[in-house]
């Protein structure tokens, strides 16, 4: 072979590598993206979803329900000492992840589908749920993925969520997280809030009126009596905090 077809030859060997190189990691990603939807336009977002993070390494609510082709806004808060995140992915890619971060915890990613988040700030996720099923959620900081920080999105195919259940679709879209309740009085003076609840499961927690403090002073204006709502509370000492509140369809 003459020294300029060998130096062609070798090129194109570079090239082709190169691009099938290229081509499995875009390709990895597209595909990811289709199984568990797309980055959303923020002029399109129907709800917003306020997740809290926190050092007992759980995310509250850590099941979450939409409707198939929903724009979520999910604003991610850090409530606890230490970085934690919010990554969107299937269960085998966040396994996969997991296992890289063990090997590289330094590594620092930032993809649509994913925000990290500093002890004590908010960061936010706009994605677009255009496949019926589940979605993952985990933090993938070294250590957090094993001990148990991992939620789930479930996806109301579009069918379903226009069938004659009609009944049935405002207990179908609750997180299965968020207790149900009726705001009773709104404190401002005392930054309090009176809800008449349903069962709060986590913390076991039969119907009955309350009062709770709140985590966020801007939940207080966001209700009044009288509204429907469905909130996410935990216990703090010895007090019971509203982390995060909706209005009830």
Same mark, same amino acid.
């Given at each position: ?65 939409? !409707?198939? $082709? +929903?724009? %979520?806004?999910?604003?991610? *808060? ?7 995140? /919010?990554?969107? &992915? ?30 004590? !700030?908010? $960061? +936010?996720? %706009?994605?677009?749920?255009? *496949? ?7 933090? /993938?900081?070294? &250590? ?40 009773? *009085? ?64």
């Amino acid at each position: 072979m003459k020294p300029h077809t060998l130096i062609l030859a070798m090129s194109s060997m570079l090239l082709t590598t190169a691009a099938l190189a290229a081509g499995n990691h875009a390709g990895g990603h597209a595909h990811a993206e289709d199984a568990i939807g797309k980055a959303g336009d923020a002029a399109k977002v129907s709800r917003t979803i306020t997740v809290d993070m926190s050092d007992a390494m759980r995310f509250n609510p850590s099941s979450i329900s939409v !409707k198939q $082709g +929903e724009t %979520i806004r999910l604003v991610v *808060k850090n409530s606890g000492a230490v970085k934690h995140e /919010l990554v969107l &992915g299937t269960e085998k890619e966040l396994k996969e992840h997991n296992e890289v971060m063990k090997k590289n915890p330094e590594m620092e990613h930032a993809d649509d589908n994913m925000v990290t988040v500093a002890p004590g !700030k908010t $960061g +936010e996720v %706009i994605w677009q749920f255009t *496949k019926a099923g589940k979605v993952n959620f985990a933090c /993938l900081q070294p &250590g957090h993925f094993d001990a148990g920080m991992k939620g789930v999105v479930t996806v109301a195919g579009a069918s379903a969520a226009s069938s004659g259940e009609a009944k049935k679709d405002s207990t179908l879209e609750a997180p299965a997280d968020m207790a149900r309740g009726e705001i009773r *009085k709104v404190d401002l003076d005392n930054k309090k809030i009176t809800i008449k609840h349903g069962e709060i499961k986590n913390l076991d927690m039969p119907p009955m009126t309350m009062v709770f403090q709140v985590k966020d002073d801007a939940f207080l204006g966001k209700v009044k009596a009288g509204d429907k709502v469905r909130f996410t509370a935990e216990k703090n000492g010895s007090a019971f905090v509203v982390t995060g509140i909706q209005a009830s369809p």
